[in-house]
């Protein structure tokens, strides 16, 4: 457990609610696939023009020391608390009732995403302090309410965790002491790795999309030589390829669909890596095109769409801007801009639709407010 992410400021962490990474250097097809573990790789295609004004819906409002989404499933919500440890719920939509309260072993605290589909939920719990860090992951059976340890899975060694519905990507250490991409099917366990890299260099910030994983690679980590670069793979086979850099070896992460690829690149040594510069290859052999500044870590796919966030400053009062791409359309569309002094917590995606945290700090009192729109 190496790794520092690049988070939307320190409040981020305070507003995830235990959402705690360890300390570590800083740094498609034309019709449906299926993977192997029985699974569409592919979304439908689109069924607006791009042009729809999005619908954003009041999903949860709290006090900032309150609960916070996680994600919301069709049959189930889960929410996380301010305390300490990040007291995990997943609760009945229709009923309100609980049926997972998941609260970390001393020492530990939960770690975001909640990965969830109809019938299960799997948990990570992180303890990056002290002499004996771990990384625990639970899978809770929704119909009894139990935990049901991932057996037969490789062991995650990374605290990232990217995740699609019920499909998600992780990182793992195999026999010959490599870091290795996982893929896995949350209802079945089936996995696959997709490739590995030598110690110490190691594979991190997993983003996965209906098709696609997009990830990173770094080699020759804390040396003057160290390279951080992403790559992209489909979920149903084949190996990962590389996604050409504007400038090589400072990709941090970013989103594929459909054969495009929205990344970002910022140097670990950059004094500002709350920001980064982003780009978009609407195909894997067409020039990039550059997107601006975008607010780093941000880049995620959702439905048809890949989806980012950026930030402005005006007479010294920001707001956050919500935009959204897709392989069809020439330029981005900017699909929400948040109240000013109101901050943004990074974009979740569940079942085609976008989840994002807005925390008012300026208010009194302050409070948290959740926000959803579907964009598939």
Not at 129 to 153: E, W
């Amino acid at each position: 457990m190496r790794r520092t992410t690049v988070a939307v400021g320190t409040l981020f962490v305070l507003l995830l609610a235990g959402c705690s990474s360890p300390s570590r250097e800083a740094g498609p097809t034309s019709s449906p696939a299926t993977t192997p573990m029985g699974r569409p790789s592919t979304p439908a295609p689109p069924t607006d023009s791009g042009t729809a004004i999005l619908a954003w819906a009041k999903v949860l409002r709290q006090p900032v020391d309150g609960q916070h989404l996680v994600t919301q499933q069709r049959k189930y919500v889960v929410t996380r608390g301010s305390d300490e440890a990040g007291t995990t719920t997943v609760a009945d939509r229709t009923t309100k009732k609980v049926v997972v309260r998941h609260t970390p072993a001393t020492g530990f605290v939960a770690q975001s995403p909640v990965v969830i589909d109809d019938h299960w939920a799997l948990i990570e719990d992180i303890r990056s302090d002290g002499p004996d860090p771990q990384i625990k992951l639970f899978r809770y059976d929704l119909t009894t309410g139990r935990p049901a340890g991932p057996t037969g899975l490789p062991q995650i060694s990374e605290p990232e965790i990217g995740a699609y519905d019920g499909t998600f990507a992780y990182s793992s250490t195999d026999t010959k002491n490599r870091s290795c991409l996982i893929v896995a099917d949350l209802a079945t366990l089936k996995s696959r790795t997709v490739t590995c890299v030598a110690a110490p260099g190691y594979i991190a910030d997993p983003v996965v999309s209906a098709d696609t994983v997009t990830f990173s690679e770094i080699t020759a980590p804390e040396t003057a030589r160290r390279c951080k670069r992403l790559l992209t793979a489909s979920l149903t086979a084949g190996s990962a390829q590389p996604v050409p850099a504007a400038t090589n070896c400072i990709q941090w992460s970013g989103a594929s669909l459909r054969g495009a690829t929205v990344w970002s690149e910022v140097a670990a040594s950059d004094p500002d890596q709350y920001q980064s510069k982003a780009y978009v290859r609407p195909t894997g052999d067409s020039p990039a095109r550059s997107l601006g500044t975008v607010v780093t870590d941000t880049i995620l796919a959702c439905g048809n769409w890949i989806l980012w966030e950026t930030r402005t400053v005006t007479a010294g009062t920001e707001a956050y801007q919500i935009n959204r791409w897709r392989p069809d359309l020439a330029q981005p569309q900017r699909i929400y801009t948040s109240p000013a002094g109101a901050v943004l917590t990074p974009l979740t995606c569940q079942d085609g639709t976008v989840y994002v945290e807005a925390a008012y700090l300026s208010n009194s009192p302050a409070y948290t407010e959740t926000i959803a729109a579907a964009v598939a």
